[in-house]
């Protein structure tokens, strides 16, 4: 990942919908959430969401999937993954000492 793609998914998580709807689908992984049941859990009209919705697909965030007559909405876990290396890769200098906090706060998610 460069600095321009970690910028803009940056930039589309930076409003609280979006960032609520991506953290609410990573809590539903791998199995997803209906476009529905998204604007639902965050009291929001489909049309507003929509647009929201839309912002995150176009970084590469989140990816839709037909299933039957609902649209199904998952996180890309590969992008997170990307940006969160990006991110934390040069933050030890060399010194892993320095990251051994985040890594374990990670790994206790799992």
Do not use: N, W
Request: net charge negative.
């Amino acid at each position: 990942m460069d600095q321009d793609s970690a910028i803009e998914l940056l930039a589309a998580l930076a409003h609280p919908t979006r960032l609520s709807t991506f953290r609410l689908l990573v809590r539903h992984e791998p199995d997803g959430l209906s476009t529905g049941e998204l604007a639902d859990a965050l009291a929001l009209s489909q049309s507003t969401f929509s647009t929201h919705l839309a912002v995150l697909a176009r970084a590469g965030l989140v990816q839709s999937d037909k299933q039957g007559r609902h649209f199904i909405q998952r996180v890309r876990i590969d992008a997170l993954r990307d940006l969160m290396t990006f991110l934390a890769k040069d933050c030890c200098q060399g010194r892993a000492e320095l990251c051994e906090p985040l890594v374990a706060e990670l790994t206790t998610c799992c």
